[in-house]
């Protein structure tokens, strides 16, 4: 049985840093892509970045270029997200994800098989 634990989401000021870690078990994910998606109160979830396993080619949305960034540590089946100059705007449950989407859809939800339960990320002014 795949399980997916997402944690790290906390109370922070706009300005300040946060890491975001997803353990895997179940199994092993070498030929997978694993993303980070998140969902804002009254708001569609929306995609937030991916890392490729097996190339490790790295995508993110528009919205956190620059600020955030994916990585993942094939040992221990963890992926993480470390967040910094955090905004107001990122405030949201953030979930992890598995799956494999082809190249042109990195950002598409319906691709991704195996979800984390969401971790709250809640950024004050």
Not at 9 to 36: K, M
Not at 57 to 79: C, E, H, M, P, T
Not at 108 to 120: D, F, L, P
Request: charged residues 20%.
């Amino acid at each position: 049985q795949v399980q997916l634990r997402d944690a790290g989401g906390a109370l922070a000021q706009a300005g300040g840093s946060l890491r975001l870690s997803c353990e895997a078990s179940g199994g092993t994910f070498n030929t997978y892509t694993i993303a980070w998606f998140r969902q804002a109160p009254g708001k569609e979830r929306e995609f937030v970045a991916a890392i490729r396993s097996s190339g490790g080619r790295k995508y993110y949305a528009d919205s956190v270029k620059g600020r955030f960034s994916i990585s993942g540590d094939k040992n221990s089946n963890a992926l993480f997200l470390e967040m910094t100059t955090l905004k107001p705007g990122d405030t949201a449950v953030y979930f992890c994800a598995v799956g494999r989407p082809i190249l042109s859809a990195m950002s598409t939800e319906s691709m991704y098989y195996y979800w984390g339960q969401g971790t709250q990320v809640t950024v004050s002014s």
